[in-house]
């Protein structure tokens, strides 16, 4: 089955995404800004398309990153035993 249509796959490829992005942001945080620089008169980059939804994935892994490492901790026990 696909994991749009079953919630704990569905749940598990956010997990994943989530902890990815963050994990490479971590390691370089510059790679979903995309090469834009800001421009004078500018406050901040603008975010859009596929690296933008990375990018908000990355800041949700860093700054919910107790929640994000319990659920993923929560996950794998559903996966390891209930599954």
């Known amino acids: ?3 749009i249509f079953d919630l704990s796959s569905l749940l ?3 997990l ?3 902890c ?3 994990c490479l942001r971590d390691m370089r945080p510059t ?3 995309g090469g834009q620089t800001l421009q004078p008169g500018e ?3 603008k975010r859009t398309g596929v690296t933008g ?3 908000k994935m990355s800041r949700i892994g860093e700054r919910l990153s ?3 490492g319990a659920s993923c901790a929560i996950m794998a026990i559903h996966s390891l035993f209930f599954k």
């Open 12 to 14: 598990t490829v956010i």
């Open 31 to 33: 790679i979903f800004d």
């Open 66 to 68: 107790p929640y994000v």
């Open 43 to 45: 406050t901040r980059l």
């Open 1 to 3: 089955m696909s994991a």
């Open 53 to 55: 939804f990375f990018w």
């Open 16 to 18: 994943l995404v989530i």
């Open 20 to 22: 990815t992005c963050a």
